[in-house]
């Protein structure tokens, strides 16, 4: 291999398309996986992560598109050529087969001989934390040992590539919460580059460096965690991923010292942003319940955005208050508050509801961009 190849790009995919009859279910996907980088494709069921999956990994032929493993074209090769390692959401293993066998399987393959194939599945298994389970098959393995085989199976080929199809989703909560932080330990640990997909927020957010928001076979936003949940680029994103607030906003003058004044359907406001806004421009200003704060009228800190609301109602979550608001123009909202003991709201209150500068985000109405000028 030339000396390059490690600072090539471990994946990049360039205009991949792919139809089946008049349906498009890849559109024109762009995307760099970094070498160790661990990126997710997130999304609601259908809007293409496993299509984009399947041609990475040679089981489907691209319509139009380049796909690159580590700076060479692989379009051509056969799935068993392009270095990949894969675990699928049902498992895909060789029920009649035991665990050690399972794992070996890539390794007789490629032909190794048979001490290296037995220290490697050794090796793998332990890794996964399955030692001394070798020997059973997957019926006499629970839901979360068959998947830690398929991630053993997956790693002991030691491939360049790491793709994963919602491997959690078969799984029940707590042992997928598990699987989560084991999944990401190892992952950082090998330093292998890896795409996971799935339609989990949670499982996005947690494990991932960045995330690919896809929506009908585009990549709608690709970024860090906090820049998908904090700076979502449209309303797609914004409530695909928590729940938020848009209020109808459009700019109320030029930015002075980084702040940005709004008329907004809920009384005036002030953002921070980097850039200026297109004068005119129709936004939705995105609030989480979060970072909506109530406070008695005319009590909001210095510097903040405070409305006027009055409360509608209030849910008890344990941990949290999810509380009900209708803003000045009879529109609803959400703030939530930490449970600190004192139920200080009861629906019918008037107060205010505040942020701070930084905790809103303009989002251009309509449009998949952030409303910024250009
Ligand atoms: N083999 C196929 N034949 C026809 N349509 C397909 C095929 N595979 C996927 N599709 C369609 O392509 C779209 C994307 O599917 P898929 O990539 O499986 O989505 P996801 O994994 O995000 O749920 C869906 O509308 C699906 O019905
Ligand atoms: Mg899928």
Redesign the pocket.
């Known amino acids: 291999m030339p000396e390059g190849r490690m600072s090539e790009a471990a994946l990049e995919l360039r205009g991949l398309e792919?139809r089946?009859?008049a349906?498009?279910?890849?559109a024109a996907i762009d995307l760099q996986v970094q070498q160790g980088e661990f990126v997710t494709?997130l999304?609601?069921?259908?809007?293409?992560?496993?299509?984009?999956?399947?041609m990475i990994a040679g089981f489907?032929t691209p319509d139009a598109g380049s796909i690159r493993l580590g700076g060479r074209a692989v379009e051509n090769l056969p799935p068993h050529r392009r270095d990949l390692g894969i675990v699928f959401q049902d498992y895909a293993l060789f029920p009649h087969r035991n665990a050690a066998e399972n794992v070996a399987f890539g390794l007789r393959m490629r032909k190794l001989a048979k001490t290296e194939i037995a220290a490697r599945v050794a090796d793998a298994l332990r890794m996964v934390r399955l030692d001394g389970l070798d020997k059973r098959r997957p019926l006499q393995l629970s839901g979360g040992q068959r998947q830690r085989v398929a991630l053993a199976r997956a790693l002991v080929i030691r491939p360049a590539l790491l793709l994963l199809?919602?491997p959690l989703s078969n799984l029940d909560l707590k042992l997928r919460e598990e699987m989560r932080s084991e999944i990401s330990t190892l992952q950082r640990r090998l330093g292998i580059a890896t795409v996971f997909?799935t339609?989990d927020q949670d499982e996005a957010l947690t494990m991932s460096d960045r995330i690919a928001v896809?929506r009908q076979?585009r990549i709608e936003q690709i970024g860090t965690a906090r820049d998908i949940y904090e700076r979502p680029a449209s309303v797609f994103v914004a409530t695909f991923i928590g729940s938020t607030n848009l209020v109808r906003a459009k700019p109320a003058g030029p930015p002075s010292e980084g702040l940005v004044p709004l008329a907004t359907a809920a009384g005036p406001a002030i953002l921070r942003l980097d850039r200026p806004l297109a004068a005119g421009a129709d936004l939705l200003l995105a609030i989480r319940p979060e970072r909506l704060q109530l406070t008695p009228t005319g009590t909001a800190p210095d510097g903040s955005t405070a409305w006027p609301v009055r409360i509608e109602g209030v849910t008890y979550l344990g941990g949290r208050l999810e509380i009900a608001l209708r803003l000045a123009d009879g529109s609803p909202a959400t703030a939530h508050a930490m449970n600190l003991g004192a139920m200080a709201w009861q629906p019918g209150h008037v107060a205010d509801a505040w942020f701070r500068p930084d905790d809103a985000w303009p989002i251009l109405d309509g449009g998949a961009s952030d409303g910024a000028a250009p």
């Open positions: 792919k089946f009859g349906q498009t279910a890849v494709l999304g609601p069921s259908g809007c293409g992560k496993t299509t984009t999956l399947n489907i199809d919602e997909v339609h896809m076979g």
